[in-house]
């Protein structure tokens, strides 16, 4: 049982174009949404996070929105940059620990 | 400020072979876990701490222990390593279980058993 998908394995953006990365949920109950990057051989990096109880998030670049209704959420990366290329996990969180989604990855041609 | 440093990077294991993997962190987290990332999963939470002397079963414990005795350091231990333990580890910490519960990752132990 899946609790959070990411149904996409991978997406392409040119530089410059909005990059949007989708993650949909099925427990009510996650208090938490996160976002988090990874590049080969490193460990994941924390980019962003949107608490339940609102449905925007922005820091620079990123934009994290989430429709409780369709217990969806998405990243928006605008404008993508090659540096963004990278491997995308969204995770939701419940009593404390963090469940991820199985990943996306991302490539920005230049 | 190393952040969260895991040793080793790499292993390999032939299978009944034991193993410990240490996870050391400098940020004062009281918060440490232990995943496995294996293709097309995602991250799985394996075993968790909530501090000093605590220990707890994520969501795939079985075929691995850990201990907490030192703040700073997680260890996660395979007593008979399996083929089905190949995978890539990851150790993370946080500071609490409160807002955001931002984790900071390590590096990684890619660990391989035949």
């Known amino acids: 049982d899946q609790q959070v998908k990411q149904n996409s394995p991978s997406l392409s953006v040119q530089e410059g174009r909005i990059s949007i990365l989708n993650c949909d949920y099925t427990?009510?109950?996650?208090?938490?949404f996160l976002w988090y990057k990874k590049y080969p051989a490193e460990g994941p990096t924390f980019l962003i996070s949107?608490?339940?109880?609102?449905d925007k998030n922005e820091d620079g670049r990123f934009t994290v929105f989430l429709n409780k209704s369709a217990k969806h959420l998405s990243l928006h990366i605008v404008p993508s940059q090659p540096g963004d290329s990278a491997v995308y996990f969204c995770?939701?969180?419940?009593?404390?620990?963090?469940?991820f989604g199985q990943g996306t990855t991302l490539q920005v041609k230049p | 400020n190393a952040g969260v440093t895991q040793t080793p990077k790499f292993r390999v294991l032939k299978t009944g072979q034991s193993m410990t993997l240490l996870c050391a962190q400098d940020?004062?987290?009281?918060?440490m876990y232990w995943y496995r990332q294996d293709p097309g999963m995602g991250l799985r939470l394996i075993h968790y701490?909530?501090?000093?002397?605590?220990?707890a079963k994520g969501e795939v414990p079985d075929g691995y222990n850990v201990s907490r005795l030192k703040k700073q350091n997680f260890l996660l231990g395979l007593e008979s390593a399996a083929p089905s333990q190949t995978s890539v580890y990851f150790c993370?910490?946080?500071?609490?279980?409160?807002?955001?519960?931002?984790?900071?990752f390590g590096p990684g132990t890619r660990l391989t058993v035949t």
């Open positions: 993370a910490s946080s500071l609490s279980s409160g807002g955001a519960n931002e984790q900071y």
């Open positions: 427990n009510s109950m996650f208090d938490y």
């Open positions: 949107i608490s339940s109880i609102k």
């Open positions: 995770a939701a969180r419940r009593t404390g620990k963090l469940i």
């Open positions: 940020m004062n987290h009281e918060y």
């Open positions: 701490s909530v501090g000093e002397g605590t220990t």
